[in-house]
């Protein structure tokens, strides 16, 4: 089959590779049919090399028609179409039960202290084969998969793997009152699926963040009040606090993560781990670790007393240094986290529909071949030609 895969720093390719294969009887191979590119899968691109060997299979959002199952396989057959998560969760252990299959006990990576398995991330996360390819190989046949009907057109169904939930968690952990106010720090796909989210579930005020004009105006369209980071920079917070009464909002969704812009010194210290040698990278990022923590720290300006900062962006730093007086000082509530996928799938579903309110069919900015995925990272990655979301198409 063709796959895109790792083979270096800023360098991926499209390459033949074996077809996966059912190795448990509770497997099933899913042909792909949509396979979306995330924001978090640039840090592969660009900093996590450490973890991630030449030749891994990339890619967390796929989805597609059911090919073969496994011989205990019973709730699905052969022409099913189905959504894959991208948290690798059993559906039964204590952390399953318990709606956090991001932490599922049965996948995860103990040798690094890790939480789930993950489809297409690094050592960090059990190294599993990705979903930017032709098949994909999936286990937990009758516990991982979204069975999604026929008809509509993949982009209905196919941010079930990773946007829509993502998102919705971030609104839901970010606990924004009914009619109240919250910045979304970041208008990529998270953050802009994040504003959409919270302009549906009753907030009064969505206030959008980022530098990037194609967002900024995507943003705008949905009713979001955009602040353009290039024209209020060090005065953002004063900003924020002008539109709520000179609080701050009541909540906070770091949308950013460690791609924060402004921070040159931790960016040049992420390029340099990058550089070397894989074990004695791993030994620098997990001892000596740090991030751009200027969207964070932005965060923590914005928020009213007492609100809610909830963090979907990424961060990979071990040794990040924070203003913990600043945060109890203002009675900050912090939640964070991995999407538990599954756990959010009952509240989403019945909102993709013909109505589409969360505007989930226009959503892809691109849909391209998969053959073009090394030329989509680099278009995403420089932030060109209005890519916001992209799909690639086995």
């Not at 390819?133 to 209905?156: C, N, T």
Request: proline share 7%; hydrophobic share 40%; glycine share 12%.
């Amino acid at each position: 089959m063709r796959a895109l895969t790792w083979q270096g720093k800023r360098d991926v390719r499209v390459e033949t590779v074996p077809d996966p294969r059912i190795e448990e009887p509770t497997d099933i191979i899913v042909r792909i049919t949509s396979t979306g590119i995330c924001g978090s899968d640039l840090h592969l691109y660009e900093l996590l090399g450490p973890y991630l060997d030449p030749g891994d299979i990339l890619g967390h959002e796929p989805m597609g028609i059911v090919e073969e199952v496994g011989a205990q396989v019973t709730s699905l057959a052969p022409g099913d179409r189905v959504v894959v998560p991208f948290n690798v969760s059993c559906g039964h252990c204590y952390m399953c039960d318990r709606g956090l299959q991001s932490q599922c006990e049965t996948t995860q990576v103990r040798e690094h202290g890790t939480g789930a398995s993950l489809f297409g991330y690094t050592k960090l996360y059990g190294q599993v084969p990705g979903g930017q390819a032709e098949l994909l190989r999936v286990p937990f046949g009758d516990s991982l998969p979204i069975k999604v009907p026929h008809g509509p057109a993949d982009d209905r169904f196919v941010y079930l793997s990773d946007v829509l939930p993502t998102a919705w968690q971030a609104v839901e952990y970010a606990a924004i009152p009914p009619g109240g106010t919250v910045t979304v720090l970041g208008l990529g796909p998270i953050g802009a699926m994040a504003a959409r989210i919270a302009r549906h579930r009753g907030a009064k005020l969505v206030v959008g963040v980022d530098l990037v004009p194609e967002r900024l105006a995507r943003a705008t369209a949905d009713g979001v009040t955009c602040l353009d980071l290039r024209r209020h920079g060090k005065d953002l917070g004063d900003a924020v606090r002008d539109l709520t009464h000179g609080r701050g909002t009541d909540a906070v969704i770091d949308a950013v993560g460690m791609e924060a812009h402004g921070a040159p010194v931790a960016k040049a210290a992420h390029g340099a781990v990058g550089l070397l040698p894989d074990a004695l990278g791993q030994r620098l990022m997990e001892t000596a670790g740090f991030d751009r923590l200027t969207a964070f720290r932005a965060a923590i300006d914005l928020v009213r007393r007492g609100g809610t900062i909830s963090v979907s962006g990424v961060y990979g730093g071990a040794a990040d240094p924070l203003p913990m007086l600043t945060m109890f000082d203002k009675q900050i509530q912090l939640r964070m986290g991995q999407a538990n996928v599954k756990r959010w799938v009952d509240d989403i579903l019945p909102l993709l529909t013909d109505e589409d309110p969360l505007g989930v069919d226009e959503f892809a900015t691109h849909r391209l071949p998969l053959e073009e995925g090394p030329q989509a990272y680099k278009t995403f990655q420089d932030k060109q030609d209005g890519m916001i979301k992209t799909l690639l198409i086995p």
